[in-house]
């Protein structure tokens, strides 16, 4: 085995090569799986970013390709106080009732939300998450639309849009596919924020145009404010000074093993170079590419991102809030409740220095993350509105076809001026990814 096992991924745009194919695609299906999302069939295209004066078009017509990055994770995590956190005093969800609207005419829906504007952002900004019910415009996609539009919320791409996976349930309203997908339908999706250490949503909305039509599916939302004012102190300040690291895929090179000294090694490198270069990038995560770090086989190369406070503090409020894909990412977690992922999207969170967080504390995360979960069994035209950077979401299993969407979003109000959008997927790897491993 090469000496130095870690490979740093630089952010760079790269094209697939041939020889990459096998590897590539496997990998790729692992990041897939791992983010527990369906895999799309269409790839925007390469465009210009929507500059601020083309926004009034571009509102008015078709988004497909014309959506802004996702923007950078705002981290704002050093020399937290832990152990004076503020008190919490309005959570998630906040509900708003179409039928308990005295002042909502029918048919003014979009009229009404755009005249709420400012009040249910400063809404959502206290409580961190909105649970619309029973409104009618929501029902279906252009609804939708007008819905998100009316309160200026910016669409933009998913965090990991660039690697080609996720799928846009309507993509010329910004609309993308959630976990419906058949195969992970039995897969408990638990507590993350729609982030990488690269990226993050600011805000998302979640839009359920059918619910799972044999039951569960529901939505879950967990205030992260209030997680981490609920932990534990002491496994709080370990976790903060210790830091995670998140492996989101595994790639077994058993036939490794077979080769002889020396050519392996060599092989080895060759694989784990092409794989940093080649595949990598498309994630845009910020990955090192490690042999043998969960110490189940040392052929196993896993993608893992670089060490992260699991704690944030909010960029606008300045709260601190859990920020932590652990409850969803956790392999012991994953082990102990219905995963339907394969090994090789496997995924799980590690100390900072690849060593193993406690058990312990991964059991008392784990119990206080699932005692601040609101459980919303949505209907159809039902929203639920979030706060990214406050709000970890999640989804119970279900049984039958469920139809639920999400757009995410970079800003409220006045769009950013933007440069180009970077690098976006090419239809090669998609193609080969949705046609061969799905
Ligand atoms: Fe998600």
Known sequence: MAEDKSKKFEASSSSS???AVGAAAVVAAGFAAARGRRQGAKVARRQQAPRQTAVAERKVGDLSGALPDCPPTIWNADDIDIKRLPDINKTAPLIIDAAELADLKQGSEKEWFAAQREKIMAQLQEHGAIWFRNFESTKDAEGFRSFYEALQLNPCLDPIHTSGLRAMEVQKHAVYEAVNKPSLAQHFVGLHNESTFVKTATYGAFVCFEPASEGGGEFLVADGAKIVNDLDKDVLERIYQNKVRISVSNLDLNFLGALPEGFREQTADFLQDLILKVVAPKFEMDLEMIFGADQSNPFRLQAIEHAQSPINTHPVTGQPVWFCNLHNHSRYLRDRRPCTVPEVGMTDVYSGDLSTIPYDDVRHINEVCERNIVTMPMKKGDVVLLD??????GRNTFKGDRKHAVTWFESCGEPLKRGEV???????????????LV
């Open 17 to 19: 090569a041939p020889a």
């Open 388 to 393: 990214n950077y406050r709000v970890l979401h």
């Open 422 to 436: 970077k690098d976006t997927p090419d239809d090669f790897m998609n193609n080969l990814i949705n046609k061969t």
